[in-house]
């Protein structure tokens, strides 16, 4: 197992090992690539419940989803979590798997891009979401269109297909 370089990323998706649509080659750095985040966002009700952490526990049944139009912003609070989306989709052949990782720039603001769930399973074909949390004191501003992560791209030694709950995940 290794990470990809540059290079190595761009020769997998000539071969079409990885996928990222839309691709924009810009985006790929010496060993990752950017994705930049979507219009559309999950926040928390604020009801407070008391939650079973199982297998059949749902986010969806205690968040809100909605979308915002060009141009708009989303506010996080301190301390609030929301759930965002990549507005990329990634297909991992069954040869890679992945880390989806913050962005240190905006890691020293106080912003966690993924609180536990890092890690990408081979064979996915699907948007990332993302388990945004504001760490800092301070209000901070999301804007849909920024470059807000990094996949990491890992050659797997042999090769499997995830078939869990969330291979064809959607927000």
């Known amino acids: 197992m290794s990470v990809l370089s540059r290079d190595e990323i761009l020769k997998a998706i000539e071969a079409k ?8 080659p810009e985006n790929v750095g010496c060993a990752s690539v950017d994705l930049t985040l979507s219009n559309e966002f999950r926040v928390f009700t604020k009801e407070q419940k008391t939650l079973e952490v199982s297998e059949e526990t749902n986010y969806k049944d205690i968040t809100h989803k909605f979308e915002l139009k060009e141009g708009e912003t989303f506010t996080l609070e301190p301390g609030q979590t ?18 989806l990782e913050g962005r240190s720039r905006f890691a020293r603001l106080g912003l966690f891009v993924h609180i536990t769930a890092g890690f990408m399973n081979p064979g996915i074909q699907n948007r990332q979401v993302l388990e945004i949390f504001n760490a800092s004191s301070n209000k901070l501003v999301l804007k849909p269109g920024t470059k807000i992560c990094q996949f990491v791209f890992i050659g797997l030694k ?3 297909v995830y078939q869990g709950r969330f291979k064809d995940q959607s927000l």
Do not use: A, R, V
Not at 17 to 24: A, K, N, R, V
Not at 82 to 99: D, R
């Open 17 to 24: 090992d990885i996928e990222i649509t839309p691709f924009i």
């Open 82 to 99: 929301c759930l965002g989306i990549t507005e990329e989709t990634i297909h991992l052949s069954p040869k890679y798997c992945g880390l």
């Open 158 to 160: 042999g090769e499997s």
